[in-house]
């Protein structure tokens, strides 16, 4: 039980009080009827998703326990929340000063024929529906006491799930089926929402915390963007474009608020334009994540549609959101699961898939050393390709410019690119100026571990410049181009580069051998 | 045909292990409080049964004043044998050889150094960036307003003023280096439940909580149980036999008895329906001098 202040100013307590909260009794004053605090409290306990409501109409004492008084509030009220989205709407005529409804019927009111207050608690069903929904269980923990067993221990969110049952794992679209529910008191057949137990797979399938076991055929969104409503919680506002850590479930990401299309007034149910949140105000926001994640709309499931805020820098929970829905689209297009893998691709051209990173300034000799190891390779049999930064510019990338943000996707777009050739099997050769540290990395993490190696062109500021090929030193040392690496924008050097070249002093060839070698060492080829 | 609806009881135990799984899941180096009372008996059957059939993936801390009853610390020792506990046992060796106790130095200052200070010595020694206790919210007003993950600075201070706002079940588990959280599997249990479920799991307690025929002395209204030969007795105290059982346990010359014939859990169980007065009544800590229970709890204590 939660008793929270109604004042404006504690809406974020309210909302707190009723996200954990099945039902919520609305206390009128039977001589003031509805008043604005009741539409906010009603409007809060539905954007949380309260769907039963007990109207206590209370002091019916001081109105003669008037029927009609009590009609005209419930009818008005019934008005009002017909816009919200509760199941089941109780008014009970009380006076909490005599007593009158609150434990037993009273005879106060003859013509009332409802529940008292304590009868309609202690009656209102509220978790059946929970059990009825489709089988979710975020995994919180992975289970190893030993080799043989390897357990995903969470608690089920909603639904049931029964040994054999087949089970997905949204985000990845792999699959599998239940082979034991193991928890402290033995086995289970079967276990039911709110149970936390530990799940043995018939498969070997890769799973860790912040993934969703789910039902098959009833599966939930998966995407790096959605809608929702945020409540903000903290006396810092809210900045939209700053990167927040979101927790929704069990999983952890990186977000940030691409638009916020309105903040609604709690007391009127108003939409008005915003650029930013502050203390207590609730608004409709866009948002985009670092990677997709599993959820579902809030108002269909409470537990895999809500998520709070965290500031990256103070780690206070700044806000909380409930799910509207994906954007883009993108829920139901699910992450299909393929038989034949990397290994096998690469197995089948006789070679290990690698990412070789080219990085360094302009006019080092990323490029021409590329294309000299891209013909060595295919000479010998082996199965490449290479992406360059000037012609994905031309194609992929050509929506995008030379600001900071814009080179960042760019870099997102090729690691990308890059990560979809090595599961083809391909020794893929990148090169790309990839300036910044923190994108360089970012690419490594997509690949996984010995995939990604960086070559480090090293070639003196003053050597490229002197060679400029292209003229683009002179057009950026006469201002004609802006942002240009080495000029006026920083090239940071790699600090752990697999490969380092001393581009001005190897020959093509050299370098190229140089590389090769490496492969070799490594097993790649 | 498997019951759609979980018991109360089957939701508080699911509540918990998901509470004691996030902690093992987000934080480095965990420890769980262990003071061997009837809490901590619950606390740590529902860690066994969290990591099944990992064992219990963080080790147990014992901040021992030295005062505990001798049947506790024989139970701690025994429990820990049964179950292969990774048992650490803490002790404020400063405080030892300067002879500190309840007796000597009153009830405040043998508490804030031999519980609170050395708590403090055990954290920091081991770096534990997050500690489970039993406390529930029913137990004591300041407790109410406690979150599941309770925020502590680097000095271990609690600010009740400023606290994260806990929605759902999704808890901030973010801390910088030396901070930490306390987290509390059982904030939503009352005292009815724990013995409750004590009852229906079959969990082992100390046995004086069971009646029994026991040396006390009244002091204070209070009656305090003579449990060794360190206990002073007034001019004309003479220990009497009395069947007695105790609510809570700590230092044994804190902690009140009641007069008792529950010698079973349902008798006790039974006892409890019909009392009117909080279980910490017998605790002599919550009362004594200026220190209210809020005070103490922003200065590090459990």
């Given at each position: 039980?939660?008793?929270?202040?109604?004042?404006?100013?504690?809406?974020?307590?309210?909302?707190?009080?009723?996200?954990?909260?099945?039902?919520?009794?609305?206390?009128?004053?039977?001589?003031?009827?509805?008043?604005?605090?009741?539409?906010?409290?009603?409007?809060?306990?539905?954007?949380?998703?309260?769907?039963?409501?007990?109207?206590?109409?209370?002091?019916?004492?001081?109105?003669?326990?008037?029927?009609?008084?009590?009609?005209?509030?419930?009818?008005?009220?019934?008005?009002?929340?017909?816009?919200?989205?509760?199941?089941?709407?109780?008014?009970?005529?009380?006076?909490?000063?005599?007593?009158?409804?609150?434990?037993?019927?009273?005879?106060?009111?003859?013509?009332?024929?409802?529940?008292?207050?304590?009868?309609?608690?202690?009656?209102?069903?509220?978790?059946?529906?929970?059990?009825?929904?489709?089988?979710?269980?975020?995994?919180?923990?992975?289970?190893?006491?030993?080799?043989?067993?390897?357990?995903?221990?969470?608690?089920?969110?909603?639904?049931?799930?029964?040994?054999?049952?087949?089970?997905?794992?949204?985000?990845?679209?792999?699959?599998?089926?239940?082979r034991?529910?193991?928890?402290?008191?033995?086995?289970?057949?079967?276990?039911?929402?709110?149970?936390?137990?530990?799940?043995?797979?018939?498969?070997?399938?890769?799973?860790?915390?912040?993934?969703?076991?789910?039902?098959?055929?009833?599966?939930?969104?998966?995407?790096?963007?959605?809608?929702?409503?945020?409540?903000?919680?903290?006396?810092?506002?809210?900045?939209?474009?700053?990167?927040y850590?979101?927790?929704?479930?069990?999983?952890?990401?990186?977000?940030?608020?691409?638009?916020?299309?309105?903040?609604?007034?709690?007391?009127?149910?108003?939409?008005?334009?915003?650029?930013?949140?502050?203390?207590?105000e609730?608004?409709?926001?866009?948002?985009?994540?670092?990677?997709?994640?599993?959820?579902?709309?809030?108002?269909?499931?409470?537990?895999?549609?809500?998520?709070?805020?965290?500031?990256?820098?103070?780690?206070?929970?700044?806000g909380?959101?409930?799910?509207?829905?994906?954007?883009?689209?993108?829920?139901?297009?699910?992450?299909?699961?393929?038989?034949?893998?990397?290994?096998?691709?690469?197995?089948?051209?006789?070679?290990?898939?690698?990412?070789?990173?080219?990085?360094?300034?302009?006019?080092?000799?990323?490029?021409?050393?590329?294309?000299?190891?891209?013909?060595?390779?295919?000479?010998?049999?082996?199965?490449?390709y290479?992406?360059?930064?000037?012609?994905?510019?031309?194609?992929?990338?050509?929506?995008?410019?030379?600001?900071?943000?814009?080179?960042?996707?760019n870099?997102?777009?090729?690691?990308?690119?890059?990560?979809?050739?090595?599961?083809?099997?391909?020794?893929?050769?990148?090169?790309?100026?990839?300036?910044?540290?923190?994108?360089?990395?970012?690419?490594?993490?997509?690949?996984?571990?010995?995939?990604?190696?960086?070559?480090?062109?090293?070639?003196?500021?003053?050597?490229?410049?002197?060679?400029?090929?292209?003229?683009l030193?002179?057009?950026?040392?006469?201002g004609?181009?802006?942002?240009?690496?080495?000029?006026?924008?920083?090239?940071?050097?790699?600090?752990?580069?697999?490969?380092?070249?001393d581009?001005?002093?190897?020959?093509?060839?050299?370098?190229?051998?140089?590389?090769?070698?490496?492969?070799?060492?490594?097993?790649?080829? | 045909?498997?019951?759609?609806?979980?018991?109360?009881?089957?939701?508080?135990?699911?509540?918990?292990?998901?509470?004691?799984?996030?902690?093992?899941?987000?934080?480095?180096?965990?420890?769980?409080?262990?003071?061997?009372?009837?809490?901590?008996?619950v606390?740590l059957h529902?860690?066994?049964?969290?990591?099944?059939?990992?064992?219990?993936?963080?080790?147990?801390?014992?901040?021992?004043?030295?005062?505990?009853?001798r049947?506790?610390?024989?139970?701690?020792?025994?429990?820990?044998?049964?179950?292969?506990?990774?048992?650490?046992?803490?002790?404020?060796?400063?405080?030892?050889?300067?002879g500190?106790?309840?007796?000597?130095?009153?009830?405040?200052?043998?508490?804030?150094?031999?519980?609170?200070?050395?708590?403090?010595?055990?954290l920091?020694?081991?770096?534990?960036?997050?500690?489970?206790?039993?406390?529930?919210?029913?137990?004591?007003?300041?407790?109410?307003?406690?979150?599941?993950?309770?925020?502590?600075?680097?000095?271990?201070?609690?600010?009740?003023?400023?606290?994260r706002?806990?929605?759902?079940?999704?808890?901030?588990?973010?801390?910088?280096?030396?901070?930490?959280?306390?987290?509390?599997?059982?904030?939503?249990?009352?005292?009815?439940?724990?013995?409750?479920?004590?009852?229906?799991?079959?969990?082992?307690?100390?046995?004086?909580?069971f009646?029994?025929?026991?040396?006390?002395?009244?002091?204070?209204?209070?009656?305090?149980?003579?449990?060794?030969?360190?206990?002073?007795?007034?001019?004309?105290?003479?220990?009497?036999?009395?069947?007695?059982?105790?609510?809570?346990?700590?230092?044994y010359?804190?902690?009140?008895?009641?007069?008792?014939?529950?010698?079973?859990?349902?008798?006790?169980?039974?006892?409890?329906?019909?009392?009117?007065?909080?279980?910490?009544?017998?605790?002599?800590?919550?009362?004594?001098?200026?220190g209210?229970?809020?005070?103490?709890k922003?200065?590090?204590?459990?």
């Amino acid at each position: 039980m939660a008793d929270t202040p109604g004042h404006e100013q504690y809406t974020r307590n309210m909302v707190t009080g009723a996200s954990t909260a099945d039902v919520a009794v609305i206390l009128i004053d039977a001589r003031k009827g509805i008043l604005t605090q009741t539409m906010r409290h009603s409007f809060l306990v539905s954007l949380l998703g309260i769907k039963h409501i007990v109207l206590a109409v209370n002091k019916m004492d001081l109105v003669e326990y008037e029927e009609k008084t009590f009609r005209e509030i419930v009818s008005a009220y019934e008005k009002f929340a017909s816009q919200l989205t509760f199941e089941t709407i109780t008014a009970i005529p009380l006076s909490a000063l005599e007593g009158d409804n609150v434990i037993a019927p009273s005879t106060n009111t003859p013509w009332y024929e409802g529940p008292s207050l304590i009868t309609q608690l202690e009656t209102v069903q509220t978790t059946e529906d929970l059990v009825e929904k489709p089988f979710r269980m975020p995994v919180q923990w992975v289970n190893r006491p030993n080799l043989d067993f390897r357990g995903f221990s969470g608690t089920v969110s909603s639904g049931s799930i029964k040994v054999g049952d087949g089970i997905v794992e949204p985000t990845s679209g792999q699959s599998s089926k239940v082979r034991e529910i193991v928890t402290f008191d033995g086995n289970l057949d079967e276990a039911i929402a709110g149970q936390a137990v530990t799940i043995t797979l018939e498969d070997e399938i890769d799973i860790s915390r912040g993934d969703v076991l789910c039902a098959l055929q009833d599966r939930p969104a998966t995407a790096d963007q959605f809608e929702a409503k945020l409540v903000w919680m903290s006396d810092e506002e809210l900045l939209p474009s700053r990167n927040y850590i979101l927790k929704l479930g069990t999983t952890t990401s990186s977000a940030r608020v691409t638009a916020l299309k309105h903040k609604i007034n709690v007391n009127t149910l108003e939409k008005t334009a915003a650029k930013t949140l502050e203390l207590n105000e609730i608004g409709v926001c866009n948002f985009a994540l670092d990677k997709a994640i599993s959820f579902d709309p809030y108002q269909e499931n409470r537990k895999t549609g809500s998520f709070i805020l965290i500031d990256r820098f103070s780690n206070a929970t700044v806000g909380a959101g409930v799910i509207d829905f994906a954007l883009r689209r993108a829920e139901n297009i699910h992450w299909q699961s393929v038989d034949i893998h990397k290994d096998a691709r690469a197995e089948q051209k006789g070679q290990r898939p690698a990412v070789l990173w080219f990085t360094g300034l302009s006019g080092s000799g990323k490029s021409t050393i590329a294309n000299a190891l891209e013909k060595k390779l295919h000479s010998i049999g082996k199965h490449t390709y290479l992406l360059d930064g000037d012609n994905v510019r031309h194609g992929l990338n050509k929506d995008l410019g030379f600001t900071d943000a814009d080179r960042v996707e760019n870099i997102r777009r090729v690691g990308e690119t890059a990560k979809l050739f090595v599961d083809a099997g391909l020794i893929t050769l990148v090169s790309f100026i990839s300036p910044f540290r923190s994108e360089r990395q970012m690419a490594r993490n997509l690949m996984e571990e010995g995939e990604f190696l960086e070559v480090f062109v090293d070639t003196p500021l003053e050597i490229c410049e002197q060679r400029d090929i292209k003229g683009l030193y002179a057009k950026a040392r006469a201002g004609e181009i802006k942002n240009f690496t080495g000029i006026d924008s920083d090239y940071e050097r790699p600090e752990n580069a697999e490969i380092i070249i001393d581009g001005a002093n190897t020959a093509i060839e050299d370098a190229a051998d140089i590389i090769i070698a490496e492969l070799k060492s490594r097993g790649m080829i | 045909m498997i019951e759609k609806h979980l018991t109360h009881l089957r939701q508080l135990e699911a509540e918990s292990i998901h509470i004691f799984r996030e902690v093992a899941a987000e934080f480095e180096k965990p420890v769980m409080l262990y003071s061997i009372g009837k809490d901590s008996s619950v606390l740590l059957h529902l860690a066994r049964k969290a990591f099944h059939p990992s064992p219990i993936p963080f080790p147990l801390l014992h901040v021992d004043t030295t005062w505990k009853f001798r049947e506790m610390i024989s139970f701690r020792d025994q429990i820990a044998k049964d179950y292969n506990l990774d048992l650490l046992v803490h002790i404020n060796e400063e405080g030892v050889k300067q002879g500190i106790g309840p007796f000597t130095h009153g009830s405040a200052l043998h508490t804030d150094v031999m519980k609170t200070e050395s708590l403090k010595q055990a954290l920091n020694h081991y770096k534990f960036d997050a500690a489970f206790g039993g406390a529930r919210r029913d137990e004591e007003a300041s407790r109410a307003k406690e979150r599941i993950f309770s925020f502590r600075t680097e000095t271990h201070r609690w600010d009740p003023k400023n606290q994260r706002p806990e929605l759902w079940n999704i808890y901030n588990a973010r801390v910088r280096k030396g901070e930490s959280i306390r987290a509390f599997p059982l904030s939503n249990w009352t005292e009815l439940d724990i013995w409750q479920y004590i009852y229906l799991e079959n969990i082992p307690i100390v046995p004086l909580y069971f009646a029994k025929e026991r040396p006390v002395v009244e002091r204070d209204g209070m009656l305090i149980m003579v449990d060794d030969e360190r206990m002073p007795l007034n001019e004309g105290e003479v220990p009497q036999m009395k069947s007695v059982r105790f609510r809570t346990l700590g230092c044994y010359p804190l902690t009140g008895a009641i007069e008792s014939t529950a010698a079973t859990l349902p008798e006790i169980i039974q006892e409890m329906l019909v009392a009117k007065t909080s279980e910490r009544q017998g605790r002599l800590i919550d009362k004594d001098q200026s220190g209210s229970m809020e005070r103490k709890k922003q200065e590090g204590y459990f």
